[in-house]
């Protein structure tokens, strides 16, 4: 285990507001960050994270996030946090983020720490771009990422 902090940014670009957490760190790269801290766009191949944060130190992952809220509402949670049903995957496009770190712990390569800061989206209808209210909340949201840095 090593002091690495991994920021990973996932999402699909291509349906508006799902893809802010590709927009964030895209924003992000343009900040002074601590030298042990890496920003990867995770877009949707969340599979192919797994070699990617095995053995880090912290994990902060940023995606849209359906909580019933207003949009533009941040979340910030744990894995533990998430009571999921257990389904068998039958494609690896059905393979997610909680489905990589159980992977990870299993090759005892699971981040020491794990928090996800999700964002409502507004929607998620085709779109290069966020929408005007989630575009806006981009530097809040790096705020908290920024204070997740630190935590």
């Known amino acids: 285990m090593n002091d690495k902090t991994e920021i990973v940014g996932i999402g699909n670009i291509r349906l508006g507001d799902e893809g802010i957490g590709v927009h964030v760190v895209s924003a992000l790269r343009s900040k002074d960050l601590p030298s042990n801290v890496e ?37 910030r949670f744990t894995p533990d946090d998430i009571k999921t049903e257990k389904k068998t995957a039958t494609s690896l496009h059905q393979i997610g983020l909680l489905d990589v770190l159980e992977m990870a712990a299993k090759i005892g390569e699971k981040p020491k720490s794990t928090v996800i800061i999700g964002i409502e989206p507004q929607s998620t209808d085709w779109g290069l771009e966020p929408s005007t209210k989630i575009k806006e909340k981009i530097p809040k949201i790096i705020d908290v990422v920024l204070n997740e840095i630190d935590a």
């Open 39 to 75: 920003v990867i766009d995770g877009g949707t191949a969340t599979l192919d994270l797994l070699p990617i944060i095995n053995g880090v130190s912290k994990l902060i992952v940023v995606d849209a996030v359906k909580g019933k809220g207003e949009p533009g509402s941040i979340y």
